[in-house]
T-cell receptor, first 111, second 108 residues
């Protein structure tokens, strides 16, 4: 049973549209992360949060933004989608004692 | 040089074989994670290690902190073990540093 939920699972959207990828966890984890992964490639950290009202950019330059208004919710927003944003986006949360839990991912295609 | 390296990159095995995947890291860590990613893209956390050895079913993970090396072993491999196995260094709870992954195919 998943304790971290991502929606939508798949999304095809036109260039220029604004989209929000949702991520929610029920474990009370303080730390949450967004990773981007192209097919067959490594995961790259794009945003992370250590708690409510805390957000930081990761290693990969991204034209996305995140917010953390509630502990359980960490949405990722693309203001203007481009074909170069086509990728898989994985959300994760962590507790230092129990490790990481990943969501199922959102596979985004921008046409 | 990548901070986390894995070998082999690709591995094909026959069902029933004993499999070892290696991970070496050069960063300071608070823990080392082994993750499994199936073709559909979902990632499952297999182990979190800070010392010694852990076992879960047919999977065994070991870590040598002094040598900065970890191994993931799969005993009696099965086609359903086919996946990408990723080693990730936990940078004191800040974030992961991921290895490139090892693509495992187990043939029936």
């Amino acid at each position: 049973e998943a304790d971290i939920y991502q929606t939508p699972r798949y999304l095809v959207i036109g260039t220029g549209k604004k989209i929000t990828l949702e991520c929610s966890q029920t474990m009370g984890h303080d730390k949450m992360y967004w990773y981007q992964q192209d097919p067959g490639m490594e995961l790259h950290l794009i945003h992370y949060s250590y708690g409510v009202n805390s957000t930081e950019k990761g290693d990969l330059s991204s034209e996305s933004t995140v917010s953390r208004i509630r502990t359980e919710h960490f949405p990722l927003t693309l203001e203007s989608a481009r074909p170069s944003h086509t990728s898989q986006y994985l959300c994760a949360s962590s507790n230092s004692y129990y490790g990481y839990t990943f969501g199922s991912g959102t596979r985004l295609t921008v046409v | 040089k990548n901070e986390v390296e894995q070998s082999p990159q690709n591995l094909t095995a026959q069902e029933g074989e004993f499999i070892t995947i290696n991970c070496s890291y050069s960063v300071g860590i608070s823990a080392l994670h082994w993750l499994q990613q199936h073709p559909g893209g979902g990632i499952v956390s297999l182990f979190m290690l800070s010392s010694g050895k852990k076992k879960h079913g047919r999977l065994i993970a070991t870590i040598n902190i002094q040598e900065k090396h970890s191994s993931l072993h799969i005993t009696a491999s099965h086609p359903r073990d086919s996946a990408v196995y990723i080693c990730a260094a936990d940078n004191y709870g800040q974030n992961f540093v991921f290895g490139p992954g090892t693509r495992l195919s187990v043939l029936p």
